[in-house]
């Protein structure tokens, strides 16, 4: 198992940026993806963007060319860059971990784009 904690959520302006931190701990050798997804209420979690082992970063195509992920393997942490915000970035952001095709999810992390 893992756990994952993130951090960085918070309220932001539009056209702001914002930086989310994701920590991972527990059974960390065996990850094969890190990633964010983000949900707002009564919609379906989506995915923003993921980083497997040895491949490119995948985008949603809504914060495509605006946002980057990264992954810092030493440790343990994948961080998400997003810049030009809108209010229709606003929800409450989850990091995730794929071990041997399980999907962890961490509790998630509420980001407001408001004036």
């Known amino acids: 198992q893992v756990q994952l904690v993130e951090s960085g959520g918070g309220l932001v302006q539009p056209g702001g940026s914002l930086r989310l931190s994701c920590t991972a701990s527990?059974?960390?050798?065996?990850?094969?993806?890190l990633g964010w997804y983000r949900q707002i209420p009564g919609k379906e979690r989506e995915l923003v963007a993921q980083?497997?082992?040895?491949?490119?970063?995948i985008y949603a195509d809504s914060v495509k060319g605006r946002s980057t992920i990264s992954r810092d393997n030493a440790k343990n942490m994948v961080v998400l860059q997003m810049n030009s915000l809108t209010p229709e970035d606003t929800a409450v952001y989850y990091c995730?971990?794929?071990?041997?095709?399980?999907?962890?999810w961490g509790q998630g992390t509420q980001v407001t784009v408001s004036s």
């Open positions: 527990g059974s960390t050798f065996s990850i094969t993806a």
């Open positions: 995730s971990a794929i071990i041997r095709l399980v999907r962890y």
């Open positions: 980083i497997f082992n040895g491949g490119s970063p």
